[in-house]
Nanobody, 120 residues
């Protein structure tokens, strides 16, 4: 049974920093195919960043240069230069499956979410 345990988040002023952590209990692939998604009220869920199957970080354009993903077991997202538009519920997700072309990320496991609020 896989359980994703998130910590961090909170409230900060614009320009500030926060750190999110995600521990994948029972997840056998370290931080491979683990990532962070976010959803703001009234908006669709979007991927923020994830570790690919080779443990390489990938970032959405709207966070590249501000957010940094790290960790081989616990996934850590360092968020710098935060903006009010970064306000959302952030979710950790994980999952690795095997498709026709080999292993691929499939985010089948989800955490409960942690709130990030950035005030202007």
């Amino acid at each position: 049974q896989v359980q994703l345990v998130e910590s961090g988040g909170g409230s900060v002023q614009a320009g500030g920093s926060l750190k999110l952590s995600c521990e994948g209990r029972g997840y056998p692939y370290g931080s491979a195919c683990m990532g962070w998604f976010r959803q703001a009220p009234g908006k669709a869920r979007e991927k923020v960043a994830h570790m690919d199957r080779n443990h390489s970080p990938n970032y959405a354009d709207f966070v590249r240069g501000r957010f940094t993903l790290s960790g081989e077991a616990t996934l850590v997202l360092h968020m710098n230069s935060l903006k009010p538009e970064d306000t959302a519920m952030y979710f950790c997700a994980a999952g690795l499956g095997f498709g026709a072309s080999g292993p691929e990320c499939r985010f089948t496991f989800w955490g409960q979410g942690t709130q990030v609020t950035v005030s202007s």
